[in-house]
Structures are given as structure tokens and as C-alpha cells.
């Protein structure tokens, strides 16, 4: 079946702009996560949501980055005022239920953003 | 604060060796624990977990992990490796309580492996 997709899979931007980075997780899937994952870097937590709150948003570098999921299903995180330290891979994840951990997430293949 | 140290960025074996790749966490109370690999261009995927019910996990493609308290660690292992486990692998922990998804991962650790 489909997993999680993302789009774009590669994104370049000039510092300053603003980017939207679309999650479709699998279908029924009620949890959603983004992370970050920089060069060399482990995954990092942003980001996750419960059906369409934003359950635990803690890990948000800062008001540059926002993320919606207004019908429980597509996520867009959003980058305002982009600098060239968001350089990244976003991973994004979905689960079939709540956090619990005999509900594995299942993670998409990123999306590389690159800022110039 | 829950960390995860995973020793050596990059491993390099010669198929058919044994395959350890090391995680030492940090936790004030015990956590769930993972192994996740990344093949080149993919997704993260499961290899294995650890949920408090049985030391020695196994996981898919012939890899396990004991988790040994006393030495916070969850190392992973393989018999013997294949081309095919060339990849990226994480190690990562989560709380056991709550939010079980947020999960806090090592910098990862590069198997190569040689023919």
C-alpha cells in the first residue's frame, strides 16, 4: 500500500523566503510528526499531531516555523523568513493511533531543503 | 533529559563478518529503545524495538539488540553481513510514558561493507 509521501522531495530557496513542505501521511493514520534532520545529523523532533491539533509542538526552533493539519490528514509545515541554517532534510511520520510505541511510525522519504 | 550516544559514525566489515553497531542512552527511568536503518534515498524503518518485555530483541534481516541496564546500552548485531546492510542506522530512545513517538535519536552510525 502507500506509505507516506512528501513533496516536493527537493526544495531550493533564497534566503528570506518563505517555503511549504506537504506531508500525506497513510491513510487512517490519526498521528502525524515532523522532523528535522541535519547534515550528519540524527532526526530531530518538531512537531507532532493528534487528528488535527498540534499535540506537542516543543520542538519548533522558533516562530519561523508553523505547521497545520487542518482535516487531520495532509500536514504543511511552513518556513517563513528562511535562513540558511534551515538547511535540512524534514522527515515526516504518521502512526495508526496515538503515540504508543506498539504503534510504529512509519516515516516518508523527506524532503531536502536547501537555502541559498 | 533522555540523550542517546551512539559510538563510531562509521563502521566498515567485510561481508560475512559480524556486524556491532553501539548505543549507550541516557534516561532517568527506563525507556523504550530503537534501531532504525536509512538505505540510500528511503524512508527510516524499524528494524527493531525495545518495550520492557524481553532483554534480547529481535528484529527483521536477521539483526537483534540486548538491552543491559547496567550498562545503559542497546547494541545491535548481525551474525554476518550482507552487501545489502550497507546503510545508515540510528539508534533512538522514547519515554515510556506520553508521547512515545517523540523520539530522540543518536547521530547515526554508517555501516560499510566490503566484499
Known amino acids: 500500500g502507500a506509505g507516506v509521501s512528501q513533496t516536493p522531495s527537493n526544495k531550493v530557496t533564497e534566503k528570506g523566503k518563505y517555503v511549504e513542505l506537504r506531508c500525506d501521511p497513510i491513510s487512517g493514520h490519526t498521528a502525524l510528526y515532523w522532523y528535522r534532520q541535519s547534515l550528519g545529523q540524527g532526526p530531530e523532533f518538531l512537531i507532532y499531531?493528534?487528528?488535527?491539533?498540534?499535540?506537542?509542538d516543543s520542538g519548533l526552533p522558533n516562530d519561523r516555523f508553523f505547521a497545520v493539519r487542518p482535516e487531520g490528514s495532509v500536514s504543511t509545515l511552513k518556513i517563513q523568513r528562511t535562513e540558511r541554517g534551515d538547511s535540512a532534510v524534514y522527515l515526516c511520520?504518521?502512526?495508526?493511533?496515538?503515540?504508543?510505541?506498539?504503534?510504529?511510525?512509519?516515516f516518508g522519504n523527506g524532503t531536502r531543503l536547501t537555502v541559498t | 533529559a533522555q540523550s542517546v550516544t551512539q559510538l563510531g559514525s562509521h563502521v566498515s566489515v567485510s561481508e560475512g563478518a559480524l556486524v556491532l553497531l553501539r548505543c549507550n542512552y541516557s534516561s532517568s527511568v527506563p525507556p523504550y529503545l530503537f534501531w532504525y536503518v536509512q538505505y540510500p534515498n528511503q524512508g527510516l524503518q524499524l528494524l527493531l524495538k525495545?518495550?520492557?518485555?524481553?532483554?534480547l530483541v529481535k528484529g527483521i534481516n536477521g539483526f537483534e539488540a540486548e538491552f543491559k541496564k547496567s550498562e545503559t546500552s542497546f547494541h545491535l548485531t548481525k551474525p554476518s553481513a550482507h552487501m545489502s546492510d550497507a546503510a545508515e542506522y540510528f539508534c533512538?530512545?522514547?519515554?515510556?510514558?506520553?508521547?512515545?513517538?517523540?523520539?530522540?535519536f543518536g547521530q547515526g552510525t554508517t555501516l560499510q561493507v566490503k566484499p
Open positions: 525495545y518495550t520492557s518485555a524481553a532483554t
Open positions: 533512538a530512545v522514547s519515554p515510556i510514558s506520553g508521547n512515545t513517538g517523540k523520539l530522540i
Open positions: 511520520a504518521s502512526s495508526l493511533q496515538g503515540a504508543g510505541v506498539n504503534s510504529p511510525l512509519h
Open positions: 499531531f493528534q487528528g488535527t491539533g498540534a499535540a506537542d
